[in-house]
Nanobody, 115 residues
Framework: QVQLEESGGVLVQPGGSLKLSCATSGFTFSTHSVRWYRQAPGKEREYVAL???????NYEASVKGRFTISRDDAKSMAYLQMTQLRPEDTAVYYCNAFIRGMNYWGKGTLVTVSS
């Protein structure tokens, strides 16, 4: 059974940093890409970042240079290091994997950027 579980979301001040984690199980993590998405209040879910099985990364334009996606294949974990946080980064953050033709999502973790 494929499972993804995000953690690490909290209230943080503008300009602050935060690291989100995505714990996975039920599939061969090392051979799959992992993506982070986010959904702000009243908005559609949007792509944030991707890391493939070779460690190659890609970022949505507004987070490039501020966010870093990484993975630990030994632990089947993915991470999203976020710096220089802005109020507009406030959202529920989800990790995602596409496995055997299906999209799998975690339940999300809430990040609130506010003073």
């Amino acid at each position: 059974q494929v499972q993804l579980e995000e953690s690490g979301g909290v209230l943080v001040q503008p300009g602050g940093s935060l690291k989100l984690s995505c714990a996975t199980s039920g599939f061969t993590f090392s051979t799959h890409s992992v993506r982070w998405y986010r959904q702000a209040p009243g908005k559609e879910r949007e792509y944030v970042a991707l890391i493939n099985s070779d460690g190659v990364t890609n970022y949505e334009a507004s987070v490039k240079g501020r966010f870093t996606i990484s993975r630990d294949d030994a632990k089947s974990m993915a991470y999203l290091q976020m710096t220089q946080l802005r109020p507009e980064d406030t959202a529920v953050y989800y990790c995602n994997a596409f496995i055997r033709g299906m999209n799998y999502w975690g339940k999300g973790t809430l990040v609130t950027v506010s003073s």
